[in-house]
Every structure is written in C-alpha cells, then in structure tokens.
C-alpha cells in the first residue's frame, strides 16, 4: 500500500511500502545514488555480480567533487583479489570522475574481504541492496530498464 501527500491519513499511517529498487548489471555503476557510508559495500556486491555475468572491465562511476569518494573506491580497489588493475577513466568515459577496473577472470577468487566468491548472481546483489536499504531505513531510487527486485526469474 502507497500512501501520498493527499492521502487521507496523510500518508503517515505507518504503512508505507517503498517503491521496488531495481538495479541494473552493467558495464557501469554510479555511486551517486548511494549514500557514501554505503559506496565499499554497493562496490563489492557490484564486483561479485559482475565476475558472475563475466564482466571483465567495469567503469565504478564516483563524481569529481573534492575526491573523497575516488580515493575511498580506489583504495579499495586496491586491496581487493578480484581487481586485476585499475585506473582513471579517459576523459570521454568520465575522467577523474570516473575508475575504469579490471577484473580477474579466475573462479573462486577470493574478494577484497577474504571470502571466496562462489555464486554470485543479480539476486545475491539484490538482497545485499535490499540489507543496506533496511540499514538506511528508505529505498533507493528506481532506475528504468534494470533488473526488478524480488526473486530471481528462474531460466529454463
């Protein structure tokens, strides 16, 4: 149930329902959607998702701003097994505002906090969006043309 300003009650009863998150697993992420206590743990799910659909270059889209933020995501990157290397986004993909990483192709890698990546998929991503969304008490933004939150379709 959704409830608007206009709602009778206000839209303060108590049973608002956020909107479903939808994350798309691209070539790219942008972290501005993210409050930035959240960026390593979005930016590590991220990576775990895309070694699982064979991504090898993924751009970590971080903003210029005063650097904060690049340098807490290449810090990271740094440190973490999966990341072959990385480096500043060419001007045309981002430039300073931007880090263009390359991930390692090898199964059972193991991630940035010691852990073995086994299998990860879009759904693995979702619920760990879904825990820093209960964490932060609020949804974050829809994005059209993503993957739905929710179980993942299962193929045949």
Same mark, same amino acid.
């Given at each position: 149930?959704?409830?608007?300003?206009?709602?009778?009650?206000?839209?303060?009863?108590?049973?608002?329902?956020?909107?479903?998150?939808?994350?798309?697993?691209?070539?790219?992420?942008?972290?501005?959607?993210?409050?930035?206590?959240?960026?390593?743990?979005?930016?590590?799910?991220?990576? +775990? $998702? =895309? %070694?699982?659909?064979? /991504?090898?270059?993924?751009?970590?889209?971080? *903003?210029?701003?005063?650097?904060?933020? #690049?340098?807490?995501?290449?810090?990271?990157?740094?440190?973490?097994?999966?990341?072959?290397?990385?480096?500043?986004?060419?001007?045309?993909?981002?430039?300073?505002?931007?880090?263009?990483?390359?991930?390692?192709?090898?199964?059972?890698?193991?991630?940035?906090?010691?852990?073995?990546?086994?299998?990860?998929? +879009? $759904? =693995? %991503?979702?619920?760990? /969006?879904?825990?820093?969304?209960?964490?932060? *008490?609020?949804?974050?933004?829809?994005? #059209?043309?993503?993957?739905?939150?929710?179980?993942?379709?299962?193929?045949?």
């Amino acid at each position: 149930m959704q409830h608007s300003a206009g709602d009778e009650n206000g839209g303060d009863d108590g049973n608002w329902e956020p909107e479903p998150f939808v994350v798309a697993i691209e070539d790219a992420i942008d972290l501005h959607r993210f409050a930035p206590r959240e960026v390593i743990e979005v930016v590590d799910a991220y990576l +775990d $998702a =895309a %070694l699982e659909i064979g /991504l090898r270059e993924v751009r970590l889209i971080h *903003g210029r701003g005063k650097g904060v933020q #690049r340098a807490r995501v290449q810090s990271y990157l740094d440190h973490d097994a999966r990341v072959e290397r990385w480096q500043e986004a060419p001007p045309d993909r981002g430039g300073w505002g931007a880090t263009i990483a390359w991930l390692r192709r090898a199964a059972g890698s193991l991630r940035a906090d010691g852990h073995t990546m086994s299998s990860i998929t +879009d $759904a =693995a %991503l979702r619920r760990e /969006l879904g825990r820093l969304e209960k964490q932060r *008490g609020k949804p974050f933004p829809s994005r #059209r043309g993503a993957l739905p939150r929710g179980p993942a379709p299962r193929g045949g």
